[in-house]
């Protein structure tokens, strides 16, 4: 057959049919890659307004099951403890862990936060990883370590344990689901900071109300006088009298107002000053409503002898002396902190060397919008000198009583033995 411009040798034709299976093959990795993400960003946009905690353990299950996943564990970013902490897991739990929290530059985890880039390790050995979920001892193909990161920021990092080795549709898959993850956690995060400079800015914000009720007033003022302008031309001269008076109202009432903003800012900044100062002076502590330590300032650490980390989690009952744990007194204590009463109490405590110091301070519990405790703060401060100093009179009037009994006595003996000679 003679050969024309349209035609292509046999060799030609694999190659090109190659290509095109090829490309038919990228594009269907393409529309699964596409409609597991349609699928993980609907779950989002429905869980999207639960709690922190239930939010990560509603959609760790699907991010495994997508890639048929042996094991996973989502850890978040604490920032006031500077950890990152294990928060929802798949097919384990979090107390099965060998660890369920790590510093920011600690092990293969705290690097893929760090630097914000994908760790993959294929072909390890079944004891690198610890399955121990099972009976069945298993080779793992693969551990992928995801930093969830979105504008060059992190909030957590994904680990996800395979059986086999990790297909590279599921690394690209991953890969986009952790950035879209994060963004919802940093939309989570922003909700939670916006409520929290809520509740700080609402006596501000009441203060703020009142002014701005003046300035709807003189507001209401100018309209009115506007409108007369325009039904009366006659009276111009008159209305732009009364026109002046108000805006001099108003520009009163807005120097008024920066006078109040100024103020305000002068107040925040003492605010600031003394909680800095409350800081460095005082003990500062917070207690869970379980009675655990959830924060300590320098000043309690240094004087009982604890890091932050060691005392974290732990009871109350570890800086109380032993003698008062199963009190009445120390139970009653806690009965009515958790019926949200203030307790101020001069109290003896426990050093982690199992010294005796003396505190006095304040104990006030703090409620939810429930009128429930959720935690207890505490501030006080070290009297230890100061009781020690109450202590020397008494010990001084014992000591005189029992010499003048000891000399009462010998006074007693000398008479009888006088009697006797």
């Known amino acids: 057959m003679e050969a024309t411009e349209h035609t292509i040798d046999y060799l030609a034709y694999i190659?090109?049919?190659?290509?095109?299976?090829?490309?038919?093959?990228q594009m269907q990795e393409r529309l699964w890659i596409d409609q597991r993400i349609a699928q993980i960003e609907e779950i989002l946009r429905l869980n999207y307004d639960k709690p922190l905690d239930e939010f990560c353990q509603i959609i760790i299950t699907p991010i495994a099951e997508i890639a048929k996943v042996f094991?996973?564990?989502m850890y978040l970013y604490r920032p006031e403890y500077q950890l990152l902490k294990a928060v929802s897991t798949y097919a384990c739990r979090i107390e099965q862990l060998p660890k369920n929290t790590y510093n920011i530059d600690e092990e293969a985890i705290g690097q893929a936060f760090r630097t914000q880039k994908m760790i993959l390790f294929e072909d390890i050995e079944?004891?690198?990883?610890?399955?121990k979920n099972t009976s069945i001892e298993f080779k793992a193909g693969a551990l992928m370590i995801v930093p969830l990161t979105f504008n060059n920021s992190a909030f957590g990092v994904l680990e996800l344990v395979f059986l086999n080795k990790v297909m590279p549709q599921y690394i690209e898959l991953y890969e986009k689901i952790s950035r879209i993850i994060a963004a919802v956690l940093e939309s989570i995060h922003n909700a939670e900071l916006t409520r929290k400079l809520l509740m700080e800015s609402q006596q501000q914000s009441e203060i703020l109300r009142a002014q701005e009720e003046e300035m709807r007033q003189n507001l209401e003022e100018l309209q009115s006088t506007q409108e007369q302008?325009?039904?009366?031309?006659q009276e111009l001269e008159l209305t732009h009298t009364k026109l002046s008076n108000n805006e001099a109202v108003l520009k009163k009432a807005l120097e008024r107002a920066k006078i109040k903003e100024k103020q305000m800012l002068e107040l925040n900044r003492d605010l600031i000053a003394i909680q800095e100062a409350i800081n460095n002076s005082l003990m500062y502590v917070e207690l869970s409503a379980q009675g655990t330590f959830i924060r300590a300032n320098d000043s309690f650490l240094n004087l009982f002898g604890y890091t932050l980390t060691e005392i974290y989690n732990q009871h109350h009952k570890i800086v109380v002396p032993n003698e008062q744990h199963q009190t009445a007194e120390y139970s009653h204590f806690w009965e009515?902190?958790?019926k949200g009463e203030n307790i101020s109490a001069t109290s003896a405590r426990k050093t982690k060397n199992n010294e005796i110091v003396w505190i006095r301070g304040v104990y006030s519990p703090i409620k939810n919008e429930n009128d429930e405790v959720i935690k207890i703060i505490k501030l006080g401060y070290e009297i230890?000198?100061?009781?020690?100093?109450?202590?020397?009179?008494?010990?001084k009037n014992?000591?005189?009583k029992q010499l003048a009994e000891k000399d009462k006595i010998i006074a007693e003996l000398e008479q009888k033995l006088g009697k006797k000679s």
């Open 15 to 25: 190659r090109l049919q190659e290509e095109f299976a090829e490309k038919e093959k």
């Open 71 to 73: 094991q996973g564990v």
């Open 126 to 131: 079944v004891q690198s990883i610890a399955l």
């Open 229 to 233: 302008m325009r039904a009366k031309q």
């Open 336 to 338: 009515k902190l958790l």
């Open 384 to 395: 230890t000198q100061e009781m020690k100093e109450k202590e020397i009179p008494t010990i």
């Open 398 to 400: 014992d000591y005189e």
